[in-house]
Every structure is written in structure tokens, then in C-alpha cells.
């Protein structure tokens, strides 16, 4: 069999993600592989999404049977036109559109020795145990990686043989380690001090390790990799440094990475010896339970020609009788099969799931890509999934219910391979459901895969809900596999629910554009939850998971959440009245194990993290929250007495920075990005320096400027170093969008620009740093004179057009990525750092789940009533009520002033505080609390007032959302 030798050309704008992780060598490597895959039902549709998404340079298909019904549950390349046509036929034009870089061939024969020889990668699923062997035996003897994927309803395995020595060259998915030096002994050994917050490192006896940003001891820096070995103290010998100068202060220690050779035995004898991925014996255990179960079916198919019958007992009982028989498993003490897991694998073994599917497919097309790339340790040798628990527990579905759906007029239905494992009746139920799914990105385009394979709302009343706001960009299409190069600039929930419809017709889906955030609590309110069963978010901010956890909280709706941070992933569910609530951290910066203190990213950065951050922090601040807090003060103009120190600080560095009024050209725009530039990396270091000299002492005679404080350096800006012409490149256009202003990323052009502007003015840049020196360091009061300035340019800011905050975006067309890459290297430069690797950028107790709710009366209640409902059916006691900075109810006022306001009723009193008339027929009022002046901070779920008693048959509520909050609560002793 021919196949071409693939093209060598690296689309770094498509793969930007991949090469953040893997690097560029490995993306070659993954260029030139070719793969063969044998089985297209739907975990080989799956394993082929995601190696051509990938970009492997060819992928061959294999498989000779032809379409049926039950194939359509999980195989989204096929539909109900393809019955009876050869799978790898019908499947390979719409793979083929995911990646036009990569070949994709079907092959039609048998697989040979001789055909084998043209792979790097072999992969079978849903083979036979002997096509497993005698494959796994040629591959092995001819040093092809060989992998088995499959599932058997819910239960998945996994084998990898990569070889008997297979060479990984990066064997771990971490980052190497880094430290920083606090001191280094000449002698023999020299003994390395790292600094206190670094002490409690990682470093193991024989780590190779190289050295940068040293000053006296240079001979390290750049050395060859020198093996450590950790002291008792936590020090390390670094070998002999006798002859070396005398160490000075700086610089950083970082772990050189040594590759691994693994070993792997063929399929005929890891069938019988099989080495399984687990963590404890609980979960060996079992693991060595479904190997064996998988022997019985493989046999079990063998003796019929078939697999068992759903949930039928008759099958069930041969293929228990077929494991408990069969040769034990050597190297392990034999003990009795669980009979009880091992009927309910029989029984719910015929089925073929979407989810499965796509956790197995997912698994396996990892697998391959280590065994291209040899990055990252492979799997050893077996691993098994299972999601029995998905089953339920008291009510198990019978043969009946989950045979595939027969009628005169109908053979069959694309749910086949769900019904034969949870029943027709649980097929009904899904279809019913309306689930509301937040993002469309990578995990979202999966989901609403799922979602569509699945028939979740696909009948009746059932649906989904997409939400998202963003548009289809060049670098998505590597993996949101729902869309296409001629959908970018389109909005993603358009087409992702398009894309949906087309997997399954009877899907019904809705898109919306609209962000869900406290600007749309119109949109997304009460009327639109009470439709709404579940929620899923797949988003990529913990501040968007927050509020949309907050809302599920609100609204007393499930949520499943999902994410992934380059190879690690996570996903939880989120129950009313069963679970914790979401609990995740409030930014990117503090779901890190250690962050970084202000100050230290800010003035003292000793690392490449503390680089990354600063340049992110320095995206949030100059194009993000300037801009929010300029149009809030647009909106409603305050003085600054009234505002916050952070506040302050955000409005200095807009308006009393580097360009003090708003720009009107692109030229604008990059004396702005050039003053900056002259800022942060050049005026700014020389005014550091002012207040911290080189030579800086402090009292106990030690330098100010050791250990960790790396003294910088100023840098001096030229157009021909690529990243000083890409950080003004990235910030002008970056400006130019906050500002509504057309940029350019004519790199030609801005040289020549840059060279006829005059340098930025240093008097007024020492004085901006200094200004943000002041800000950074002061006590919250700040001098009259900079407030009276600051003032004076906010007012002059405020009667321009509104800005536009910029949201950060892991993409490399919009210069988000331009910006920060080229930042964190320029700090680098600062001081002395090595570079920024691009691959960086990741008693009382009350249930948020627990509505606090106050009916309707008869009449409508008044504040008095409100309040005493709150504290006899809640315990709470409010002790002061307001609306924004108006005081509404005080415990404190005059019995005739509380007599005035308690004899209100509530709508008369949101009338009178908020000018907002409830619109008729309004059902619910939906009330924040909040509880300040408590040492431990409660906090309370909403308030729902209902305004009248709903009608059995009334419509959907509607809602009107107030920020009432209540301050100063006293709990009572009897509070549950």
C-alpha cells in the first residue's frame, strides 16, 4: 500500500496549543507519523477525531462491516443514510474535513505483515482476541507501537506495547523544576543554599542540573549538566567549585530532564501476566476482574458469533460461567471472581455509548501521541475504565425494555446501542430533558457532541440551551472538532448547535450570544432556570464558573463543570442537597499551589512564574480593568474620596500614564505602546534603582540586593529585537481595540513608524512611575496634589466615548498572547531571569443549595411581616436593611421612624428605593443578603419573595432581581 510521505510545514497558528505543551519537536514528530486504525464504530470515530485534529501526517482506516443501527449512539460520522454502507468508507470525506493537512486513506484489505511495515502506529478496536494477537505479535516483532482499545457498555480497556525498549524522552507532564539560589560554598563539594521559600524543593540525588543569572560564581552559569545530591539540611552538593570564583548573589538552579527507557511485553504474554494501572489493591482488584471479564466476552463471541443479548440472564450466566473458567492470571494469588459485578458487566455488556466512547477515544489518542512524540510516560500496560454506577441501584432494566426498537415500519432507531444497556424508558426521560450548556469551546463542543449522540432533549419539551459569546478563531479548529475553517469569525453557539442538529436531526437546540453574567440577569432570571433541568459549564475563567455556580445555587439546578489546564483536566458535579457546592479558586493566579506576592512579581521577581504573572497582571490592569472602571465612572461620575485605593490605583495608570487623553490615530496608539514600553522596562528600572541603589545595605550589613532580590537592569529599546517589536506591536493594537481605534500588524510598517517618533518625554515618565510608586507602596491615604491631578484628568476621561475592557483569550490572532509572551521575556531581560518558555501559559452551617423563601400573603406582606418571617423560619434577626448606600431600616431608629417603614409593603418599599415598578403579572422578587461584621463572614443564599400564590397550571415565573441587602444579622440560638 502507497502512502505519501506528508508535508513538513507547521501550522504554529492552528496548533498553538498543542506546541504550548508538546514543543515543536514533538509536533513534527506527530507531522511525519502515520497511523492505522482498525474499527470505525463509535471509540475508532472517536481515536480518529482526535489524531487528525492532532495533525498525524497520514491516518489509514480499516474496517470491514458495514453500518447498523446500533452504531448511531456513538459514531458521529455516520448517520441513518450510511446504514448498510462500509463504515471506514462512509466515515472518511467527513474526517478528512476536520484537518486538510492530514492524508487520510481507507484501506479495504486484510491486515499483513507486509502492510504493517508502513505504520509507526497500529490501533484496533472492537477486534477479536485473535486479530489482537497475531497483530500484537507482528508489531512486536517489528518494533510497531501496538495499541487495543474498547468497550463493552460500560466497562473500557486499553492496551499499550510500545516495545521492549522504547525510549521516552520526557517522561513526566510537569514543568522541570526551578529555584532560587541563596548562597554557594567554593570548596569540594560546594554546598548550595536555595533561598527559604524555595527550600522545601523537590530536587532528588543524581537530578542533573544547569545554572543561569549567577553573578560571581559565572563558571556555572551555561555549564554542562552537573548531578546534585540533596543534604540532610535540604542543601545540595553541586560537585567541586574550588576553583571557581567567589559566589555574589543571584541566579537559578533548574532541573534538566533525562529521558527513560520502558519495556513492554507482547499481547500473548501481558494477557496472562497483565500489568494494570492502578492506585491501590481495591482498585487492582477490580481492574484484574474486568481483564478477565473481557477474556469471557471475547470467548463468549467466539463460541456464538455474537456478543451477549441485552440484560438477558440466560447469556449472562454462560459469560459468568466463562471467567470463573478460565486459566488464573499469573503472578497473582488466586481468589474468587465477584459473581455480582461480574452478571451486571454481562448483562449491559452489548450496548455502545457515546460517553464511553469519548473517554476511551480520548485515552487511546493520548496514547498514540506519546508513542509519536515520546513525551510523557505511556500506559503500563493495561488500563480499564468502568462507570458502572452510571446503572441504577434499585431498578435494573430487563431484556424487554433494552432490545433494540422494532416495527413494521421501522428496523431499528440510532439509540439502539444506549437502550441496551439503560432501557427505552430511561431513553424517553433523557429526551425530555432541557439542559443549559455554557461555553462552546473544546469541552463544550464535545459535550453537545454527547448531548446530540445521546438524544438528551431530543424529543417532546425536552432541548438544550447554548450559550456563548465569543466567535470562531483559526487556532480553535485543532480542537472543536464541531467546527470548520469556513465558519471562522462566526459566533460559536450558532454553529455549534448547527453542527449539533446535523449529528442528530431531532436535537432540539437553541444558541444564545448573549454573555451570561450580571448584565443579562434579564435573559438568564427566573423564567429562563425554571425551564432548565441541569447546567453545564465549560468555561475558562474561574471567575465565569463562579458566577454561573452562584446562579445554579440561586436557582437550585445540578451543574456539571469541566476544564483543562494543558495534559490535566477535571470534572465535577454539583448536586442540590447531596453535594458541596462549587468551591473553586476565585482567579487563575490563586489556583496556583504557592502565589505570588504583589510586591515580589511587581519589583523582586527571581523567577520565570513570577515574570508570567506580572505580564498578566499588567494585561488585567492596562486593558481590561482601566476600562471598566472608566465607563462605571462615565455611568455614574463620583469623587475620588468615594472610591476604593484599588480603584485609585487602576484610574492613575490610564489616565495619568503614558498618554493622558484618549487616542484618535493608530499613531496614538503606539506613542502610547512605546511609552509604555520605556515605562515599565527602561525609566521605570532607573527610578527603582533611585530608591534601591545597587549597592543598597541593609541594617545588619547584608546586601539589599541578594538571595532572591535579583538587581535589575535598564533595558534599552531597538526596533530590530524581535520582542521590544513585539511588545509595542501587541500593546498599540491591543490600545487601538480598547479604544475602538483600526491597529495593524504590519510589523514592516511599525519599524519604520517607530524610528521617525521622538523617544517619550523621561520627565514625565519618572514622574508616572514614581506616581505608581507612590500608589503601590503608600498608606490608603494618597497626596493632595496627586488626587487634585488625578481628578481633574478623570473628569476629561469621563466625557470621551466608552471603552471596551478587553476579556483574555488564549488565542494568537487577537496579540492577548503577543502581549504577555513578550512582557514576561522583557522582565526576564530586566532582571536577569532565563526566559519565559512559551509553554507557561496554565457550629453554623448553611447550604448555599438551601433556598431562603418567603410566600405570598394575604395581602401582600409588609416589611414587618418580611422580617419576622426571617427570623422565625430562619433564625435571622436583621438588624439593618439597605438598598446601594441607602438606609432603609435601622433596629436603632425611633419607634415612629421604624413604624413609618415596617407598616410598608415590600413593593411600595423597592418602588420608593430602587424607581423600578414591578411589571404586572411579576411573581417572584429575588432579594441578595449579605452579612458584614462577622468574624466568620456567612454567607447567605438569596432571598425569593413571592408577590401572589401560583396557580397549578401557572406560567413560568417571572422575576425581578433587587440588591437589597441586609447588614448586621443577629442569629438566634435555635438556628438550624
Known amino acids: 500500500m502507497d502512502i505519501l510521505e506528508p508535508s513538513m510545514l507547521l501550522d504554529e497558528e492552528l496548533y498553538s496549543r498543542q506546541l504550548y505543551v508538546l514543543g515543536p519537536l514533538a509536533m513534527q514528530r506527530i507531522q511525519t507519523a502515520k497511523v492505522l486504525l482498525s474499527g470505525l464504530q463509535g471509540l475508532g470515530a472517536e481515536i480518529a477525531k482526535n489524531l487528525v485534529l492532532m495533525g498525524v501526517g497520514s491516518l489509514t482506516l480499516h ?71 497475531k497483530v500484537g505479535t507482528l508489531c512486536h516483532k517489528h518494533g510497531v507501537c501496538f495499541l487495543v482499545a474498547d468497550t463493552r457498555g460500560l466497562v473500557g480497556q486499553l492496551f499499550c506495547d510500545f516495545g521492549e525498549n522504547f525510549t521516552v524522552q520526557d517522561p513526566t507532564e510537569a514543568e522541570p523544576l526551578t529555584a532560587a539560589i541563596q548562597d554557594i560554598s567554593q570548596g569540594s563539594p560546594g554546598i548550595l543554599t536555595l533561598r527559604r521559600e524555595d527550600n522545601r524543593h523537590s530536587f532528588c540525588d543524581g537530578d542533573l542540573v544547569t545554572f543561569s543569572g549567577i553573578e560571581g560564581m559565572v563558571e556555572l552559569n551555561g555549564c554542562s549538566p552537573r548531578p546534585i545530591h540533596v543534604q540532610e539540611d535540604g542543601s545540595l552538593d553541586i560537585g567541586d567549585t574550588t576553583t571557581f570564583s567567589r559566589y555574589l548573589h543571584g541566579g537559578v538552579i533548574t532541573e534538566v530532564k533525562r529521558s527513560k527507557t520502558v519495556t513492554h511485553k507482547p499481547l500473548d504474554i501481558a494477557l496472562l501476566q497483565p500489568q494494570v494501572v492502578a492506585q491501590n489493591h481495591q482498585q487492582a482488584r477490580r481492574a484484574h476482574l474486568l481483564h478477565q471479564v473481557f477474556r469471557a466476552l471475547h470467548k463468549f463471541q467466539n463460541l456464538h458469533g455474537r456478543l451477549p443479548r441485552p440484560w438477558d440472564p440466560v447469556d449472562a ?41 469519548a473517554i476511551l477515544g480520548a485515552m487511546a489518542a493520548q496514547e498514540v501521541l506519546k508513542a509519536i512524540s515520546r513525551k510523557f510516560m505511556p500506559v503500563d500496560q493495561w488500563l480499564y475504565f468502568d462507570a458502572l454506577d452510571c446503572l441504577p441501584e434499585d431498578c435494573l432494566p430487563n431484556p424487554e425494555d433494552c432490545a433494540p426498537v422494532r416495527s413494521e415500519k421501522r428496523r431499528g432507531c440510532r439509540y439502539d446501542g444506549q437502550i441496551a444497556v439503560f432501557g427505552a424508558g430511561f431513553q424517553e426521560k433523557l429526551s425530555l430533558q432541557h439542559y443549559f ?8 463542543c464535545e459535550l453537545l457532541k454527547d448531548f446530540a449522540l445521546m438524544g438528551l432533549g431530543a424529543g417532546g ?59 443579562t440577569e434579564h435573559i438568564y432570571g427566573e423564567n429562563f432556570f425554571s425551564h432548565v433541568d441541569g447546567v453545564v459549564a465549560a468555561l475558562d475563567s474561574f471567575s465565569a464558573r463562579h458566577y454561573v455556580a452562584t446562579r445554579c445555587t440561586q436557582y437550585l439546578k445540578p451543574l456539571l463543570e469541566a476544564g483543562t489546564q494543558g495534559t490535566r483536566g477535571s470534572a465535577s458535579v454539583f448536586i442540590p442537597h447531596v453535594t458541596e457546592v462549587y468551591s473553586g479558586p476565585a482567579s487563575a493566579a490563586a489556583s496556583e499551589d504557592a502565589p505570588h506576592p504583589v510586591c515580589t512579581g511587581w519589583h523582586f521577581p527571581s523567577t520565570a512564574e513570577h515574570t508570567l504573572q506580572w505580564a498578566r497582571n499588567e494585561f488585567e490592569e492596562l486593558f481590561r480593568l482601566s476600562a471598566e472602571t472608566i465607563n462605571c ?66 541594617e545588619d550589613g547584608t546586601p539589599f540586593w541578594s538571595g532572591s532580590k535579583h538587581c535589575p537592569q535598564p533595558l534599552e529599546f531597538d526596533t530590530n529585537q524581535d520582542m521590544d517589536l513585539l511588545y509595542v506591536l501587541a500593546a498599540a493594537n491591543l490600545y487601538a481595540q480598547m479604544h475602538g481605534i483600526p491597529g495593524s500588524p504590519d510589523q514592516t510598517a511599525l519599524r519604520e513608524l517607530l524610528k521617525l517618533l521622538p523617544q517619550p518625554d523621561p520627565q514625565h515618565l519618572a514622574s508616572t512611575f514614581a506616581s505608581n510608586l507612590e500608589l503601590t507602596w503608600a498608606s490608603t491615604e494618597f497626596g493632595p496634589e496627586l488626587l487634585k491631578e488625578l481628578q481633574e484628568a478623570l473628569e476629561v476621561w469621563g466625557k470621551g466615548p466608552p471603552l471596551k475592557p478587553l476579556m483574555f483569550q488564549k ?24 526566559p519565559v518558555d512559551c509553554s507557561q501559559f496554565n457550629c453554623l452551617k448553611w447550604t448555599s443549595w438551601d433556598r431562603l423563601k418567603v410566600p405570598a400573603g394575604q395581602p401582600e406582606r409588609t416589611l414587618e411581616s418580611l422580617l419576622a418571617h426571617l427570623q422565625e423560619q430562619y433564625g435571622l434577626r436583621v438588624r439593618m436593611l439597605l438598598y446601594g448606600p441607602a438606609l432603609l431600616y435601622s433596629a436603632r431608629w425611633s419607634s415612629q421612624k421604624q413604624a413609618q417603614h415596617l407598616s410598608l409593603r415590600v413593593t411600595e418599599l423597592v418602588q420608593r428605593v430602587t424607581g423600578q415598578v414591578p411589571e404586572p403579572g411579576l411573581q ?53
Not at 811 to 833: E, G, K, W
Not at 929 to 953: I, M, Q, V
Request: charged fraction near 20%.
Open 63 to 133: 474496517d470491514p462491516h458495514p453500518t447498523c443501527w446500533s452504531d448511531l449512539a456513538a459514531q458521529f460520522f455516520l448517520s441513518e443514510k450510511d446504514l448498510e454502507k462500509n463504515r471506514a468508507d462512509a466515515s472518511q470525506k467527513c474526517l478528512a474535513q476536520l484537518n486538510e493537512a492530514v492524508q487520510v486513506f481507507v484501506y479495504t484489505g486484510d491486515i499483513t505483515e507486509d502492510l504493517l511495515l508502513n505504520f509507526q502506529v497500529v490501533v484496533l478496536t472492537a477486534s477479536n482476541l485473535e486479530e489482537q494477537l
Open 317 to 357: 450466566k454462560i459469560v459468568v460461567g466463562l471467567a470463573q473458567a478460565l486459566e488464573p492470571l499469573k503472578g497473582r494469588e488466586e481468589e474468587p471472581l465477584d459473581e455480582a459485578l461480574l452478571w451486571t458487566i454481562a448483562l449491559s455488556s452489548a450496548g455502545g455509548l457515546s460517553p464511553m466512547a
Open 437 to 444: 450548556l455554557v461555553g462552546t469551546g473544546a469541552i463544550g
Open 461 to 519: 419539551c425536552g432541548g438544550v440551551t447554548v450559550a456563548d459569546m465569543d466567535h470562531i478563531e483559526r487556532s480553535n479548529l485543532s480542537r472543536q472538532f464541531l467546527f470548520r475553517t469556513q465558519d471562522i469569525g462566526r459566533p460559536k453557539a450558532e454553529v455549534a448547535a448547527a453542527a449539533a442538529q446535523k449529528l442528530n436531526p431531532d436535537l432540539r437546540v437553541t444558541s444564545l450570544t448573549q454573555p451570561l453574567d450580571p448584565t
Open 633 to 698: 465612572y462615565q455611568q455614574a461620575p463620583t469623587s475620588l474620596a468615594d472610591m476604593d485605593r484599588p480603584q485609585t490605583l487602576t484610574l492613575l495608570r490610564l489616565v495619568l500614564g503614558v498618554l493622558r487623553v484618549h487616542p484618535q490615530t493608530w499613531q496614538d496608539c503606539v506613542v502610547w505602546a512605546l511609552g509604555q514600553w520605556q515605562l515599565c522596562f527602561h525609566y521605570g528600572i532607573i527610578q527603582l534603582l533611585r530608591h534601591f541603589p545597587p549597592d543598597k545595605m541593609l
Open 811 to 834: 488565542d494568537d490572532s487577537n496579540f492577548h498572547m503577543d502581549f504577555v509572551t513578550a512582557a514576561a521575556s522583557l522582565r526576564c531581560q530586566n532582571y536577569r531571569i532565563p
Open 924 to 976: 417572584v422578587l429575588v432579594l441578595e443578603l449579605s452579612c458584614e461584621g462577622e468574624e466568620d463572614k456567612t454567607a447567605f443564599p438569596p432571598l425569593h419573595y413571592e408577590l401572589c400564590d401560583k396557580p397549578a397550571t401557572a406560567p413560568p415565573l417571572g422575576s425581578m432581581e433587587i440588591c437589597l441587602k441586609t447588614l448586621h444579622l443577629e442569629r438566634t440560638a435555635d438556628t438550624q
